[in-house]
């Protein structure tokens, strides 16, 4: 069974527009991390956010965390049609961080 | 650097043959780890190498998958009987560390099986 769950199935914005997509999940985690993935074939990691941090930031990327709501999100700053792509987050247990459960993952399309 | 390989990128099976699906993880890398993701779908975790042992192969759908890893290196997943229901992208990871500080799990490209 899947752990996290996006939100929205899939997102349609300008280039230029800022993208928020969400995750939540149901279990304790030690960390959660998020991956892009293009066509269907491998993934990218973008980015980790551990339990006991809140926010990070890496370039065009901000993710939250809120462990009291099982929840994060993910936003892309200034999104670009190269962009496009599906996005997925994963989280590593408490007992067993390697153990990536994903979720179903946010479809995004930029369009230029 | 060269990052994580998979083998064969497609492959086209009938129902009932055997499948061996390799994976060249990031030299140097400890853990590996296969996964496995269906049209549409998120990654469903199959098995994870600490070196040539899987501490963890809880995600092997039945007895008829199976994995091993050599020299601390190479990975082949085999699927027995193949059935038309194994037909996914099976994808392979490998991160410096399992625990720790370095959690990031680098991805291969996948094999895309398809059982007719």
């Known amino acids: 069974s899947q752990q996290g769950e996006e939100d929205p199935q899939a997102l349609s914005i300008q280039e230029g527009e800022n993208a928020t997509m969400n995750c939540s999940y149901k279990?304790?985690?030690?960390?959660l991390q998020w991956y892009r993935q293009n066509s269907g074939r491998g993934l990218v990691h973008l980015i980790l956010?551990?339990?006991?941090?809140r926010e990070k930031h890496s370039g065009r990327l901000r993710v939250t965390l809120d462990t009291s709501k099982k929840s994060s999100s993910l936003l892309i700053t200034a999104s670009r049609a190269a962009d496009t792509a599906s996005y997925f987050c994963?989280?590593?247990?408490?007992?067993?961080?390697?153990?990536?459960?994903f979720g179903s993952g946010t479809r995004l399309l930029v369009r230029p | 650097g060269a990052g994580v390989s998979q083998s064969p990128s497609n492959k086209v099976t009938e129902k009932g043959k055997d499948v061996e699906l390799r994976c060249d993880p990031i030299?140097?890398?400890?853990?590996l780890y296969w996964y496995r993701q269906s049209l549409g779908q998120g990654l469903e975790f199959l098995i994870y190498?600490?070196?040539?042992?899987?501490?963890?192969k809880s995600g092997l759908p039945s007895d008829r998958f199976s994995a091993e890893r050599t020299g601390g290196s190479v990975s082949t997943l085999t699927i027995q009987r193949t059935q038309q229901e194994d037909s996914a992208v099976y994808l392979c990871?490998?991160?410096?560390?399992?625990?720790?500080?370095?959690?990031?799990?680098?991805f291969g490209p996948g094999t895309r099986l398809t059982v007719t």
């Open positions: 990871a490998s991160s410096l560390l399992a625990q720790g500080p370095t959690y990031e799990q680098y």
């Open positions: 279990t304790s985690i030690n960390n």
């Open positions: 956010i551990r339990s006991n941090e």
């Open positions: 994963a989280t590593g247990g408490m007992d067993s961080s390697y153990k990536l459960i």
């Open positions: 030299s140097g890398h400890t853990a």
């Open positions: 190498f600490q070196g040539n042992s899987a501490p963890d």
